[in-house]
């Protein structure tokens, strides 16, 4: 399974472990994973288009930046998305450029949990046997 939410991790909060055998599929999951916390994703169409570039010195950097742009633009753009693809890549630091679909938010949407933040809060990012992990928790 791509992500799985965990149980008793934190209190007020929720966390999910996401995987991938490459950072692309990592960033791709961890998205989606932030995602369904606050939305079925099978209840947000593919209307609009938007783009994300980042840059950051490390990997754990570039992903909490991914992650709290998707709370950014949920706050101020009203923006759910229910299909993301990313590139990941190594310059002088780490770049990611992701497509991200979905829709303004709406009342056929079912929404489930406010994310207000992303936290650092046990935050890991981890490569093992050639597979990828990371470790999220979020402010609800």
């Known amino acids: ?62 992903l909490y930046e991914f992650l709290s742009e998707l709370v950014y633009l949920k706050d101020a753009e009203q923006l759910l998305f229910s299909k993301v693809s990313v590139s990941v890549t190594k310059n002088k630091g780490w770049m990611l450029n992701a497509k991200l679909e979905g829709e303004t938010i709406n009342k056929k949407m079912k929404l489930g949990t406010d994310i207000k933040a992303i936290t650092l809060h046990k935050f890991s990012v981890t490569e093992s046997k050639k597979r990828w992990k990371a470790i999220v928790v979020v402010d609800v």
């Open 1 to 62: 399974m791509p992500f799985k939410m965990l149980e008793g991790v934190v209190m007020a909060d929720a966390a999910f472990e996401a995987t991938g055998k490459d950072l692309d599929e990592l960033f791709e999951q961890s998205a989606l994973a932030v995602e369904s916390v606050m939305v079925d994703l099978k209840s947000v169409k593919k209307k609009s288009t938007t783009a994300i570039s980042l840059e950051k010195d490390t990997l754990e950097n570039l």
